[in-house]
């Protein structure tokens, strides 16, 4: 699936390093504004315990997870949107994403340069959200110009678009994101088309000090961050960005160890992939056999065919049915034996809807 969360924010509130611990692949990280200029794409691991537990009943060779791309932005200022800092270009890198991760600085520390000489995370959370309205605003004015003269003339796609226009339009202007509308199935296909920025999805990362990770609430930026991003249906994570970098360094057993002693029970970056990963609507089901077992990407609600597309061309092309198992039930039988024994086991044609944590096997002829 290729889908990539965009990770944005203003100048050094620690986004590349934030990437780099996701992907490990050494962003380059300077103590100024726009030390990243061009893009950075990395492509992720999604954690899912459930791939250790199938692989150990399975008894198979070797474990395949899942992967989606994370991309790094460069850091957007004020004024944005009328082309200050590098603002075009960073809007349009923002455009080719399907989701948005925006880092919002929540720790003090004199030694970090803040863009705005103090750390007040609703302001920057205002500067960028703002930046992406104006240039969302700016594209819906030009394009409701040109509908509205199509619309006159009864083009039904024009009367159609022009009424989601007259939808977004007002909303833009009251300084609020596009995702907080509900559009139904039709209006959604035109509002794809649009390229909005603040359509897509948003997940706010709090990047708190390392002391706080025990506890996030203690944070008090945290906190903020949190209800602005509930007041507008979006969720909020804290990360140690510096500690999760560290993190990322270390085997898995010393890694255990260090979130053992920072009071934590799982990496932010963790939290981070798999939230980012549902954002994007995404979902996962699994292959199964001595050879391997592996975790496979599908688009939430896509059905049995188009699951198997996944995997190859022609497995959609000559789609029979799926032998599916559910997570849960292998988990609870302990062998696939157990599991046909009790009747679990489904045979699903071609109108089924896979759901997360499905075990497929697909038969096909082509």
Known sequence: MALTAGIVGLPNVGKSTLFNAITKAGAEMANYPFATIDPNVGMVEVPDARLQRISEIVTTKKIIPTTFEFTDIAGIVKGASKGEGLGNKFLANIRQVDAIVHVVRAFDDENITHVSNKVDPLDDMATINLELILADLESVNKRYARVQKLARNKDKDALAELAVLEKIKPVLEDEKPVRMLEFNEAEQKIVKGMFLLTAKPMLYVAN?????????????????????????????????????????????EDKQEFLEAAGVTESGLDRLIRASYKLLGLATFFTAGEKETRAWTFKAGMKAPQTA?????????????????????????????????????RSEGKEYVVQDGDIMEFLFNV
Not at 208 to 237: R, V, W
Not at 315 to 338: K, P
């Open 208 to 252: 708190i000090a390392e002391e706080d990770m025990a506890d996030p609430t203690a944070c008090e930026y945290f906190n903020q961050i949190k209800e602005h991003a509930n007041a507008e249906g979006s969720e909020a994570l804290a990360v140690s960005a510096r500690m999760e970098e560290e993190i990322a360094t270390l085997d898995e």
């Open 309 to 345: 597309g996944v995997i190859h061309s022609d497995f959609e092309r000559g789609f029979i049915r799926a032998e599916t198992v559910s997570y849960e039930d292998l988990d609870q039988y302990g062998s696939m034996q157990a599991v046909k024994e009790a009747g679990r086991l």
